[in-house]
Each structure stands twice: as structure tokens, then as C-alpha cells.
């Protein structure tokens, strides 16, 4: 069984950035493909970025690309989202994700794990 825990939401200012950190146990990290998704209350969990199994391939979300970067660490068995210039409308939920069945996803429903996410707040 794979464990995921972020790390490093919080209350932050507009035009700032953060990075959040995601730490796995269990499994074998380096066959993993992990991504980041985010959820605000009432709407449906979008996703944000992917990265592969060996960190060669990654994918965003169009509303994201150049702002978030996606990179992992398999010697910390961790994966991380840098976020710059962070807007009020980037205030949700963040969760990491994981799965063993594909090199590489942007779909929500081919990921087999899930972390409890962590919150991020943009004030304006």
C-alpha cells in the first residue's frame, strides 16, 4: 500500500510562490508516475501536472503551463509543484497522486493513490 502526505499549503500572498511537497512510503517510488490535482469546494478535482517514472516526461494543465513546475526527488521517494505567481483563483485543496499502472496520466481515474492534500489559500 502506497502512502502520500503533502506539505507546505498555507495562507500566502497574491504574486508570490510556494512549493508543495508530497513524501511516499510504501511501494516502489521509481516505478511510479505521480501527479498533482486541486480542488475547490463545489467543483470537481482538476488536474494540474504529471511527471513520469523517471522524471524525462511531464505534462500541465494549459491554465498553469509556466507558472507551475512538476519535478520529483526518487532518492526522497518525493514529488513537489513549485507554483509562482500565484493567484486568489489558485486558492484549493492540492493533492498528490500516484500510480503503478502507467508510465505517465493526466486522468484522474488511472491513479490508484491519493494523498489527504493540503490546503492553499490566495489572498488577494
Known amino acids: 500500500q502506497v502512502h502520500l502526505v503533502e506539505s507546505g499549503g498555507g495562507l500566502v500572498q497574491a504574486g508570490t510562490s510556494v512549493t508543495l511537497s508530497c513524501a511516499a512510503s510504501?511501494?516502489?517510488?521509481?516505478?511510479?508516475?505521480l501527479g498533482w490535482f486541486r480542488q475547490v469546494p463545489g467543483m470537481e478535482r482538476e488536474f494540474l501536472a504529471s511527471i513520469s517514472w523517471t522524471g524525462r516526461s511531464t505534462n500541465y494543465r494549459d491554465s498553469v503551463k509556466g507558472r507551475f513546475t512538476i519535478s520529483r526527488d526518487n532518492t526522497k521517494n518525493s514529488v513537489y509543484l513549485q507554483m509562482s505567481s500565484l493567484k486568489p483563483e489558485d486558492s484549493a485543496v492540492y493533492y498528490c497522486?500516484?500510480?503503478?499502472?502507467?508510465?505517465?496520466?493526466?486522468?484522474?481515474?488511472?491513479?490508484?493513490?491519493w494523498g489527504q492534500g493540503t490546503q492553499v489559500t490566495v489572498s488577494s
Open positions: 510504501g511501494g516502489t517510488f521509481t516505478t511510479m508516475a
Open positions: 497522486a500516484a500510480t503503478q499502472q502507467y508510465t505517465h496520466t493526466n486522468v484522474q481515474e488511472n491513479y490508484d493513490y
